[in-house]
Every structure is written in C-alpha cells, then in structure tokens.
C-alpha cells in the first residue's frame, strides 16, 4: 500500500522566512495530494492540494510543488507569520478510493 | 461555510465498555471516513463509506469497531470493547463526489480509555 514520508519534523524559522516541508509517496498511481494545517485541540483543515496532472499550483503566500517522475511534493510558505505555526501534514490519496495517507507531521514554529 | 461535526468533543470511558461516536457529515456529500490521531502521531485512516457500505477499511479497523449511518445525516463509529490502546482523537470527513477529491474534517472526537 502507499507509504507517504514527510520531512523534516520540526522546523524553525523567523517571521518573514520561506519554509519548506517535503514529502515523498510510493504508490504511482497516487492522484492526489493534499496539505492539511493542524492546530492544537483541532482537525485538519485543508490549505492547498494539488492533482498529479499539475506540476505547481499556488495560492496567495502558500504553494506546492509535484516530481511525479521522483515520487515526491514539497509546500512552500513565504513570508511566514506566528499565525503559521502550526503541524502540517501532507497526504497522498487516489482519486477513485478518496481515502488519504498521511505523513508523520512537521510542527513549525515561526519566531517573531 | 458548511462543516463536519462531531459529538461528543470529549469522552471518558472504562475499559471493555461500548462507545458510540456521532458524526453529521457535510450535507451533500457522499464518501464519509473516520480516521484516527494518537496523541502525538500522525492521521491513519480507519474506513470510507459510500453508498451505506463499507468501501475499505485498514488493518486497525477490526472486528471491534463498525459504522452506521443510521439515517439521512448521521455517520456513527462503534466501538464494541475498547481498549487502552484505543485512546486517541477521532476524526469523521466527508467528501462530495469521486470527481471532487477535497475532504474536509470534523473538529475530532477525544476518546480516553482509563
């Protein structure tokens, strides 16, 4: 089945640096790829996803990248806040089945 | 906005002893999930349901554990003797239609087995 690393486990930046959390997944016919925030005491809620037939997508501060040729898709906040700190997952699914594989989580703490 | 919502936020139970975990799904999807969230770990999904059956279901999704959706809103998990290891936050989702890949998240159900 699909096996979906995430990386690194913490991070640590200033307000106002980039961040950058990697992930890879195993399974190719993987379609889907979401990004889920996580504050404490909460679900996850959805913050960008892409399809395995674009290669970047963005949205404001926040985007996300995909190799499907390497198996793996990174998320990018510029210009990050307190208010990004957070866990964030990724998560790889297929489409036909829906249901999602999650990474292990990257806590990350923006200092101000 | 429309949202996932979980009873109870918060439950305590003995050991051995049933729980039910209600969840009313965003009104016009179609695939419901649970997953679940030990303190500390990652999300693992339990089971996807469409079309009042089971449409897969992992490895920790065993004999003790089953869903229902009784009627036209509800999405319930059932955990017939639960365990230690059963503590955790469950999370119900919903998803609208196979073409629409975006699953949306309940706020969770906290669940300690003392």
């Known amino acids: 089945g699909e096996n979906v690393e995430q990386h690194p486990s913490t991070l640590s930046v200033q307000e106002g640096d980039s961040a950058v959390i990697k992930c890879t997944y195993s399974?190719?016919?993987?379609?889907?790829f979401p990004w889920y925030k996580q504050e404490l005491g909460k679900g996850p809620q959805l913050i960008i996803d892409?399809?395995?037939?674009?290669g970047e997508k963005k949205d404001q501060r926040i985007a996300v990248t995909l190799n499907k040729t390497a198996k793996h898709f990174s998320l990018h906040i510029t210009e990050t806040q307190p208010e990004d700190s957070a866990v964030y997952f990724c998560?790889?699914?297929?489409?036909?089945?829906?249901?999602?594989?999650f990474g292990k989580g990257t806590k990350l703490s923006v200092k101000p | 906005e429309p949202e996932v919502t979980q009873t109870p936020s918060h439950q305590v139970t003995q050991m051995g002893q049933e729980v039910i975990l209600r969840c009313v799904p965003i009104?016009?999807?179609?695939?419901f999930y649970w997953y679940r969230q030990i303190l500390g770990q990652k999300v693992e999904f339990l089971v996807s349901?469409?079309?009042?059956?089971?449409?897969?279901k992992s490895e920790i999704f065993d004999d003790q554990f089953s869903v229902e959706r009784p009627d036209g809103s509800n999405f319930t998990l059932k955990i017939r003797s639960t365990k230690l290891e059963d503590s955790a936050m469950y999370f119900c989702?919903?998803?609208?239609?196979?073409?629409?890949?975006?699953?949306?998240f309940g706020e969770g159900s906290w669940l300690t087995v003392v």
């Open positions: 989702a919903s998803r609208f239609t196979g073409s629409s890949d975006t699953i949306y």
């Open positions: 399974d190719s016919a993987s379609n889907y």
């Open positions: 892409i399809r395995s037939n674009v």
């Open positions: 009104s016009n999807h179609l695939y």
């Open positions: 998560a790889a699914s297929k489409t036909s089945q829906g249901n999602l594989i």
């Open positions: 349901f469409y079309n009042n059956e089971i449409s897969e």
